[in-house]
């Protein structure tokens, strides 16, 4: 059975993901996410289930510095979850309770929540939600903030579900795999790649460029230090489209040539569904004309 690690422990939206991406693979959980990399890169795992973007917090950088910082990965595919927590305590704990525990993150997308129904309560930091939920059964805390999932887990008493500030706050996250076959383009995809670029005036503008003049839609950008070479940073781009269709594949070879380094972390099918935005002039089927239109001038068939 193929085997996938998730950021765990169990308990946390990370399983719930890896649940939606491969429900059917052998799941376990790992400590952390360079781990959860690390298991993909050593044979132990076929496949690794990481968070990569959050609506309220913004990127993992765990999971942006892990992509780089070890043998290539690719993701295949991505799963989009509604961020809506619960909160468990014991059924002996103080009504209400006294403290609240959870990740960070957590805390930070349910304060309007907290300040509301349990406005007394000492908030903690815990290393995970699942973490938090553990806690409570140990009596560290009397209540945490979880995800839905760890009711399963763990034998808590529920106090509330659908807990959240933002009614559309989601996590985006991804299925890596080795380097290999690919999923096929669907016209709802996205395209993934980290660049070095030389630390120039107009560098970043030159990479953005390049996908602009094709009609690329930029999807999300975001900068991480080069470690060691302190001032120097990489990109990493999130654009619409696949590497089989020639528009993404003319823009991914342009970057190359303009960059001191290029990785490609995936194409694959995008989980909202959203297509493509295609501007005039800059569908594959104009892209195909224009080159078969230089072959043809090439060959003295046409001037």
Not at 32 to 59: K, Q
Not at 182 to 200: K, M, Q, Y
Not at 235 to 244: T, Y
Request: aromatic residues 6%.
């Amino acid at each position: 059975m193929v085997r996938i690690a998730f950021f765990g422990p169990e308990g946390t939206f990370t399983e719930q993901a890896a649940r939606n991406l491969a429900g059917g693979d052998q799941l376990f959980p790992v400590e952390t996410i360079p781990a959860a990399f690390d298991a993909v890169r050593s044979g132990v795992a076929e496949g690794a289930c990481v968070p990569v973007e959050n609506s309220v917090e913004g990127p993992v950088t765990a999971t942006l510095d892990s992509a780089v910082d070890g043998d290539p990965l690719v993701a295949v595919a991505e799963a989009l979850l509604p961020i809506r927590f619960s909160v468990l305590t014991r059924s002996d704990a103080p009504d209400p309770p006294r403290t609240v525990a959870s990740h960070p993150h957590a805390l930070a997308q349910v304060r309007g929540w907290l300040a509301e129904h349990l406005p007394k309560a000492e908030q903690l930091v815990a290393s995970s939600t699942a973490g938090a939920a553990v806690g409570v059964l140990e009596g560290e805390y009397d209540a945490a903030v979880v995800a839905p999932v760890a009711a399963e887990h763990y034998p808590l008493r529920v106090l509330a579900t659908d807990v959240a500030d933002l009614a559309d706050a989601r996590t985006r996250f991804l299925l890596l795999r080795r380097p290999g076959q690919l999923p096929e383009p669907t016209g709802a995809d996205r395209t993934s790649i980290v660049v070095a670029a030389a630390n120039r005036t107009g560098s970043l503008a030159g990479l953005l460029t390049e996908l602009a003049m094709r009609g690329i839609n930029l999807t999300r950008l975001d900068a991480r230090p080069v470690k060691g070479d302190y001032g120097t940073y990489r990109f990493f781009f999130d654009f619409e489209g696949h590497i089989a269709e020639p528009r993404i594949a003319d823009a991914l070879a342009a970057l190359r040539r303009r960059s001191t380094e290029v990785r490609f972390l995936g194409s694959h099918p995008r989980a909202d569904g959203v297509a493509a935005t295609l501007e005039p002039g800059a569908g594959n089927d104009d892209f195909a004309a224009a080159d078969a239109w230089v072959e043809a001038v090439r060959k003295g068939e046409l001037a």
